[in-house]
């Protein structure tokens, strides 16, 4: 199965992940909620993102320890970069997370049937960045807090 093309005019956001089983998401962003860069792969999807995007923070892990989905919105600040040979690219962002209680659970969001198509709900093992149609960035703009 392909990978779908990303079209610049149809992106309504980027969505990065982090894997909250893998590394203590809670106790990182109790210390700094402020995420100024991340890994991305290499590749088409890393060479369009641009400062201005918009960008979502999604927590992954297994699902019966935390509330994983939506931890954080916020903008690309740059274009992706390589790092030192043999490392990840990262982006530049102002990725504010969310406090605890405004974080959009992955249930609530699997449950809107205009997100059941959201890439990160048919690949969640790929690899960042992911992204969301404006379609879907609109809908899911609608369960967060005002």
Known sequence: MSEPRVRLDDLGAWLIKGNADLVDLTARFARDPQVTSWCVRPGYRARL???????????SGSRCRLPYGLWG?????????????????????????????????????????????????????AANPSYLTVAQFAALRTHLPT
């Open 73 to 125: 919105i916020g903008r690309v600040t740059g274009p992706a970069e390589p790092g030192p040979p043999g490392q990840q690219w990262s982006v530049p962002l102002d990725l504010p997370i969310l406090a605890e209680q405004d974080r959009v659970p992955r249930r609530r969001l699997r449950a809107d049937e205009r997100l059941a198509a959201l890439e990160v709900f048919r690949q969640p093992q």
């Open 49 to 59: 993102m641009s400062a201005g995007q918009a960008i979502v923070f999604w927590a």
